[in-house]
Nanobody, 126 residues
Framework: QVQLVESGGGVVQAGGSLRLSCTASGRNFRNYAIGWFRQAPGKEREFVSTIRWNSGHTIYADSVKGRFAISKDSAKNTVYLQMNSLNPDDTAVYYC???????????????????WGQGTQVTISS
C-alpha cells in the first residue's frame, strides 16, 4: 500500500521560511517522480515542483523559481520542499504526489500523479 505523508506546514510571517517533508512508503520509488502541488481556498490545485527520484532532475513553477528548492533523501525515502522568501500568495494546502509513468510533458499536470498525501497547511501572514 503506497502512502505519502506530508509534514512541516505551519504559520510564518512574510519573508520567512518553511521546509516541508514528504515521506513515502509502500514500494520502491526509484522509478517515480515525486511532486508538490498546492491549493489555495477558492482556487484550483497548481503545480509547485517535482523531482525524478533516480536522476534528481527537477522542475519548478515560475512562481516559485529562485525561492523554493526540492530535494530528496533516498535513505529516508523522503522528499523535501525548502520554501524561502514566503509571501501571502504562497498560503495554501500543500500536497505531495507520486507519478509512476514519468512522461516529461506531463510532470506538471496533477492528473499524471497516481498517489497523493493528505496535505499540510501553509499560512503566510503579512
Amino acid at each position: 500500500q503506497v502512502q505519502l505523508v506530508e509534514s512541516g506546514g505551519g504559520v510564518v510571517q512574510a519573508g520567512g521560511s518553511l521546509r516541508l517533508s514528504c515521506t513515502a512508503s509502500g514500494r520502491n520509488f526509484r522509478n517515480y517522480a515525486i511532486g508538490w502541488f498546492r491549493q489555495a481556498p477558492g482556487k484550483e490545485r497548481e503545480f509547485v515542483s517535482t523531482i525524478r527520484w533516480n536522476s534528481g532532475h527537477t522542475i519548478y513553477a515560475d512562481s516559485v523559481k529562485g525561492r523554493f528548492a526540492i530535494s530528496k533523501d533516498s535513505a529516508k525515502n523522503t522528499v523535501y520542499l525548502q520554501m524561502n522568501s514566503l509571501n501571502p500568495d504562497d498560503t495554501a494546502v500543500y500536497y505531495c504526489a507520486a507519478d509512476s509513468r514519468i512522461i516529461y510533458s506531463e510532470l506538471t499536470n496533477s492528473e499524471a500523479y497516481d498517489y497523493w498525501g493528505q496535505g499540510t497547511q501553509v499560512t503566510i501572514s503579512s
